[in-house]
């Protein structure tokens, strides 16, 4: 239900933005009006408490955002939370920033590397994502994790490229269980 919530109004913000042609501006707003509600989770409580009814929840977004973000951004918000749905808010404002991100051909790419990485390096992760994905630009995020032993991990949506130590010193132990396993079953 979540996602289906989460798609459904994403989805008719993206449409609306895209016809408006106001994809940077509305992807500003959802931005800054995402930031709002991390910073202040007393907002969200507010929104999605039981015994405070929708006209009282209408009127506190009103006094927060009105003329401060576009009517249509409003408009969205204020439905959503008409429908008792403001829990779903944050993943409606995600989803808008993913289609956004994709329709500009703008990929997320998570690395986790076994030790920090030089610029270099980064630059050269980025150029080769950049050379062999749709993408022509990339947000990247770099992570360290010790337990690797060596290589990376890159994770581009939900798509993964393993090629830590970790990783393969596990398949080639599984290999050879597998092997060990098969010579067991052959001798008598």
């Known amino acids: 239900m979540a996602k289906l919530v989460s798609t459904t109004y994403g989805n008719a913000l993206f449409e609306l933005a895209l016809e408006e042609q106001s994809l940077d501006a509305m992807l500003e707003e959802v931005r800054a009006v995402s930031e709002i509600f991390e910073e202040n989770p007393d907002l969200g409580q507010l929104l999605n408490h039981p015994q ?6 209408i009127k506190v977004l009103d ?15 204020r439905l ?6 403001a829990k779903e808010l944050p993943k409606v404002f995600e989803y808008f920033v ?8 703008i990929g997320t790419a998570y690395v986790t590397s076994a030790i920090e990485l030089s610029d270099s390096q980064k630059s050269d992760i980025e150029k080769r994502l950049l050379d062999t994905t749709k993408y022509v630009e990339f947000e990247m995020h ?4 010790a ?7 890159i994770r581009i949506g939900d798509r993964v490229v393993d090629s830590s130590v970790k990783t393969k010193l596990y398949n080639l132990t599984r290999e ?3 092997i060990q396993l098969k010579v067991g079953e052959n001798t008598p």
């Open 52 to 57: 405070i009814v929708n006209e009282e929840k």
């Open 63 to 77: 006094e927060i955002f009105s003329n401060r973000i576009s009517k249509e951004l409003l408009g969205l918000i």
């Open 80 to 85: 959503v939370v008409e429908k008792d749905h």
């Open 98 to 105: 993913d289609q956004v991100k994709e329709y500009k051909k």
């Open 142 to 145: 770099y992570t360290v994790d």
């Open 147 to 153: 337990a690797l032993i060596g290589g990376l991990v």
């Open 176 to 178: 050879l269980s597998q």
